[in-house]
């Protein structure tokens, strides 16, 4: 047998489909060095290098490019590069299996390495490069680093240097189908840096003046989700702002001059080819509306005009290049309008026949290779994931992911899609998504279908791992996973959303199952499934417990959906009952005491911090059929309580864990008394402030008892807890930490000194064990304590003797310690010594003579810092509730100032909280009535905020919400009327105005005649 055909033999074992050929491209001299001993023949190729260009999609097509990107090098007259090359062939690792595996995989990637081989060298050292680098990688190289090279040219180059590393990577992965979303997202983050760099060409293009347009944009469809394909157009929408000083009309028409170069940049054909076309088709009315508009365009369009499948599309919308900031206000804004959406008549019969039309438009001969439109394909998969987002996503933040996987596991993880099932897409998604790939990479040509030509199938199948029957077993795949995508798509897409309650009938819920979905929907249900669900969990049977939920739920359901959320209110609702349904009395109370069940209604449909206090303790709802339920106890009856359920346990931790679950009881009652209109915003802090210092003063008692048995010696003196801040002036919110100082003095040791030293460090074990008792475990919800505002800070000693405050004070005390000084009144501990404190801080805090000059300058000196170092990065002043322009802190600041100054000589002045202060000033001639009118207005509005914000969301908010819905809720827990949330803003806006103005006046100076006219 001749040396030839005993070659052939062996590239066709090892996967050459034209051996013969092969043969002849072994022999040629540009292969001589890869060769031990420069004969012809494949036999004297090194066995592991024939087998790793074996290995390839397309070891004949690998074969081929090795020997064009030889020669072209070889070309290129440097040897170095081309000894570099061999010995990378030579050496077995990955940088030869990747080289060798694009030349395998793509025609398209040989031609660029003949164009450029020196840039085998990104292939070989391929890593991921994050998407800041990318960015960064081809703005330089259109701009510092592209020589003489044109701008076009050089990011055609930078782009496919970026190409060829992801592909690199791509296609020697041990697993692709499982490494294929980290692939598009590589993909859409080297899209996203051509943009970028795209936009910088346009920019120089433009000339001086391209500053004036703020021009960011949008990347759509799978650009912004994060999951582009190897070839794609990338659709992008433009938005425009104008920079500070310039008209919309100029930005507008610098805008659409820059954003036509960035198409042109992208899409043009130089001597290095093109990229993409960028397609701005998704803009506002397609291809017949203006390139470019502005965030107000945009919106307006979206919330008159829009089509059902314009919302649909803005699901992927992503800030991709450009003015980011402009961007996140362009998603701030449209994001509502997208959730809002599925509310739209007909929505989801729009979209179940958009997926029709689609299908229909698909060639029938095509249909069955059809990976991305057609039965069974990406689209299958992408719309089923999309509808479920817009329908439950209004409601659950976690499914608002613009990129397809991520929402199916959300999704999932919701309980809107079987686990299973949810599986099942996944891995067909990531499946399809690889073959689509990989048919892509070949010519790097824009393809959705499935090849015929078997040539093609082959290389198809083996790259996608099958070397054994390649061409049936890649079809075999692609049938599989269709047939299970398609069945999957039918059932969540055509499926009735809202599931009908078979086991209620008319008679029993007034309503039929078909009634109850649309009165649902009709009464504001964001998800009428979901309701129904519920419903059907609480009145299915024959119980006792089904037949009263029957008589109440039908006026129930009203009382939530007057409220913003009557979804989370119904779901409350049920994990109440479902914790209480079997004890006798509630079921009883609610359908008797008609009063108890319309407050839970609209407490647990206007609050979720309501909600959740009520959740954690079923039992509380009592009180809502308790004469006198909602009162708040006083600080008295509190401390007595709380004392008597701390006496009946054996620890300081049990002892403190009673007081706090009285604690948290409480703040529910205080909860729905202000939900339900019983206190206002004053009372609220008084309430929380009186039930706060009874739980310190107890906690005190029991932490000191603590430390006394585990130390074996009394305390030896009293300790004094001194509220600051909120707490000392009366005004805590839901969210307020407790601002204390801590006083002690040792007892008299009758002819011997106090024992100062010991008296110190038995305090400070005491207020440590206080802390921590007051925040150990969350079985109770904590209570913080924050003693920050202490003589030196958190750098010196938690508590002090009352000698060593008063050393302080006389010594080294700054202004700003007098006027926190204002605020402070003892919360807890003996009288005397409270009097005895309050004596030595009344002279600080209310100086004879007032300030000085200098201590007025530090107070102005440092609001000014204050405003410029404690507003969050990102803020905005004019909505920031606290530190923001004219917010709680212009209010109480300007008041304290007043204080400082004028106490003295006014006693009405000497008191700790900022109403009764401003209306002493204001009754004083101080503060004209005005300016008192603006600072009370606005000071009572940022309180109400605050307090809104934590009973809506079940959390501190900082700022007035621009989110309609977060609007909404708030807005009706202050007293606004259902559809005036976009009115919110702008109300506030409007009262902080006013206070800024009396603020800065007042603060700064105070004439006779005030700054804000009645």
């Not at 959705?448 to 083996?462: I, K, Q, V």
């Not at 101080?926 to 934590?950: F, K, Q, T």
Request: glycine content about 8%.
């Amino acid at each position: 047998m001749s040396r030839t055909t005993s070659t052939t033999g062996t590239l066709a074992r090892l996967g050459f489909a034209h051996p013969d050929r092969a043969v002849s491209h072994l022999a040629d001299p540009v292969l001589a060095a890869l060769r031990g001993d420069g004969a012809d023949g494949g036999d004297a190729f090194a066995d592991s290098l024939l087998q790793a260009i074996g290995d390839t999609a397309d070891p004949d097509q690998a074969l081929l490019g090795l020997v064009r990107v030889l020669e072209s090098l070889q070309r290129q007259g440097d040897p170095t590069d081309l000894r570099s090359l061999v010995d990378e062939l030579l050496a077995e690792g990955p940088g030869r299996d990747r080289v060798l595996g694009v030349l395998g995989a793509s025609t398209a990637l040989v031609d660029e390495l003949v164009r450029h081989p020196g840039h085998w060298v990104d292939a070989a050292r391929a890593q991921r490069h994050t998407a800041e680098e990318v960015r960064a990688e081809l703005v330089a190289a259109v701009t510092t680093e592209r020589g003489s090279t044109t701008a076009l040219d050089a990011l055609r180059i930078a782009y496919r240097r970026g190409l060829l590393r992801i592909a690199a990577r791509d296609i020697t992965s041990a697993d692709p189908v499982a490494d294929m979303p980290t692939v598009g997202e590589a993909l859409a983050e080297l899209a996203e840096a051509a943009l970028e760099a795209a936009l910088a060409i346009a920019r120089e293009e433009y000339g001086d003046g391209h500053e004036q347009c703020r021009l960011a944009i949008i990347g759509m469809g799978k650009t912004g989700g994060g999951e582009l394909n190897y070839v794609s157009d990338v659709d992008v929408i433009f938005v425009a702002e104008p920079a500070d000083g310039v008209d919309e009309e100029t930005a507008l028409r610098i805008g659409t001059a820059l954003a036509s170069a960035t198409m042109r940049a992208c899409s043009a054909h130089t001597r290095e080819g093109t990229l993409w076309p960028v397609d701005a088709g998704l803009r506002p009315e397609g291809k017949q509306g203006p390139l470019v508009r502005t965030i107000r365009s945009h919106q307006a369009y979206y919330e008159r005009w829009a089509k059902t499948w314009e919302f649909q599309a803005l699901l992927k919308a992503w800030v991709s290049a450009g003015d980011r900031e402009v961007g996140l206000r362009y998603k701030e804004a449209i994001s509502p309008l997208v959730w809002e959406a599925a509310s739209r008549e007909h929505f989801v019969e729009d979209v179940q026949a958009m997926r029709r039309r689609v299908e229909e438009h698909v060639p029938a001969n095509e249909a069955a290779r059809q990976l991305k439109l057609g039965p069974g394909g990406l689209r299958d998969v992408e719309f089923s994931v999309q509808l479920l987002q817009l329908v439950h996503g209004r409601t659950d933040p976690s499914l608002r992911s613009a990129t397809t996987l991520e929402a199916l596991a959300a999704l999932a993880k919701g309980g809107y899609v079987a686990r299973d099932d949810a599986a099942t897409l996944d891995r067909a998604y990531r499946h399809l998504r690889c073959l689509e790939h990989r048919i892509q990479l070949h010519r790097l040509r824009r393809t959705h279908l499935l090849p015929d030509n078997p040539a093609d199938l082959r290389r198809l199948g083996r790259a996608m791992g099958h070397r054994t029957h390649p061409v049936k077993s890649v079809v075999a795949d692609r049938q599989a996973v269709a047939r299970e995508v398609r069945r999957i798509h039918e059932r969540l897409f055509y499926r009735p959303l809202l599931a009908a309650v078979a086991r209620l009938s008319p008679d029993e819920v007034g309503l039929s199952p078909e009634a109850a979905r649309e009165r649902l929907r009709a009464l504001g249900f964001r998800d009428p499934a979901g309701a129904l669900r519920h419903i059907e969990a609480l009145t299915t049977g024959v119980s006792r417990r089904a037949a009263i939920q029957r008589q109440l739920l039908p006026v129930m359901l009203g009382w939530f959906a007057d409220e913003a959320d009557p979804d989370a209110g119904l779901l409350s609702f049920r994990r109440v009952s479902d914790a209480l349904g079997t004890t006798h009395w509630y079921l009883k109370m609610l359908r008797d005491e008609g009063r108890a069940a319309d407050r839970l209604a609209h407490s647990l449909a206007r609050s979720r911090y309501a909600a959740d206090l009520l959740i954690r303790s079923p039992d509380s709802v009592s009180m809502l059929g308790e004469p006198g339920g909602l009162e708040p106890r006083s600080r008295e009856a509190l401390t007595a309580t709380m004392r008597a359920a701390a006496g009946r346990r054996e620890s300081g931790t049990d002892a403190v864990l009673a007081v706090r679950a009285i604690r948290r009881n409480e703040v529910l009652r205080i909860v729905m008394a202000d939900l339900a209109g019983e206190l206002d915003v004053r009372q609220v802090g008084a309430a929380l402030t009186d039930l706060n210092a009874a739980t310190l003063a107890v906690s005190l008692e029991a932490a000191t008892a603590e430390v006394e048995r585990r130390e074996g010696v009394p305390l030896g003196g009293d300790l004094l807890v001194v509220g600051m801040g909120s707490f000392g002036g009366g005004e805590m919110g839901y969210a307020s930490d407790a601002d204390v100082m801590f006083v002690h003095r040792a007892h008299d040791a009758g002819d011997e000194s106090p024992d100062e030293p010991g008296m110190q460090a038995r305090a400070t074990l005491v207020v440590q064990e206080l802390k921590k008792l007051l925040t150990a475990g969350a079985s109770e919800p904590p209570l913080p304590l924050d003693a920050d505002l202490r003589p030196e800070g958190k750098n010196g000693p938690i508590v002090r003797s009352i000698e060593a405050y008063r050393t302080y004070y006389d010594r080294w005390a700054l202004t700003w310690e007098f006027q926190a000084l204002l605020r402070a009144a003892p919360v807890a501990g003996p009288d005397d010594l409270a009097r005895d404190f309050l004596q030595l801080i009344n002279p600080l805090r209310w100086p004879e003579g007032g300030l000085g000059d200098s201590q007025v300058r530090d107070i102005r000196l440092l609001k000014a810092r204050m405003e410029s170092e404690r507003l969050p990065r990102g803020a905005d002043p004019g909505t920031h509730i606290k530190l923001g322009r004219g917010g709680l802190t212009d209010v109480e600041w300007t008041v304290q100032l007043q204080q400082l100054t004028h106490a003295h000589a006014t006693p009405s002045l000497q008191v700790t909280s900022t109403l009764p202060a401003l209306d002493a000033l204001e009754a004083a001639g101080l503060i004209p009535a005005a300016d008192a009118a603006a600072l009370r207005e606005a000071w009572l509005l940022a309180a109400m905020l605050r307090n809104a914000g934590v009973l809506w969301r079940g959390r501190p908010v900082d700022s007035v919400p621009d989110v309609l819905r977060d609007a909404d809720g708030m807005g009706r827990i202050i007293g606004r009327h259902a559809g005036e949330a976009s009115g919110l803003l702008e109300h506030w806006r409007r009262v902080a105005r006013r206070a800024r103005t009396a603020a800065s006046f007042n603060f700064y100076d105070s004439p006779p005649r005030g700054s804000v006219m009645p």
